[in-house]
């Protein structure tokens, strides 16, 4: 059964950092793109950033490039999201997702909240 389960989320200052971790079980993780999508209150799901398979290119939305950085370790099955200088805008549920976009299989999510 195809599991991915985030964490790391929490309640930070404006200009804060966090570092999301996504562990990923039931498949073959090396094998697939993996995405970090998020969803904000009241609003529609919306696609963070990519990362390859194997090279580990990376591919990130306008909002978020030059502040979050996304990563992953094959050996682990695990998915990482470095989210810094944080913007009350980047507040929402960030989920991990199985595959190059949004739609693919996801986890329950993990919340970020941006306050001072």
């Known amino acids: 059964e195809v599991q991915l389960v985030e964490s790391g989320g929490g309640l930070v200052h404006p200009g804060g950092s966090l570092r999301l971790s996504c562990a990923a079980s039931?498949?073959?993780?090396?094998?697939?793109?993996m995405t970090w999508v998020r969803q904000a209150p009241g609003k529609g799901l919306e696609w963070v950033s990519t990362?390859?398979?194997?090279?580990?290119?990376?591919y990130y939305a306008d909002s978020v490039k030059g502040r979050f950085t996304i990563s992953r370790d094959n050996a682990k099955n695990t998915l990482y999201l470095q989210l810094n200088s944080l913007k009350t805008e980047d507040t929402a549920m960030y989920f991990c997702?199985?595959?190059?976009?949004?739609?693919?299989?996801r986890g329950p999510g993990t919340q970020v909240t941006v306050s001072s």
């Open positions: 997702v199985r595959g190059g976009s949004t739609d693919g299989r």
């Open positions: 039931g498949f073959t993780f090396g094998a697939y793109p």
């Open positions: 990362i390859a398979p194997k090279d580990g290119t990376t």
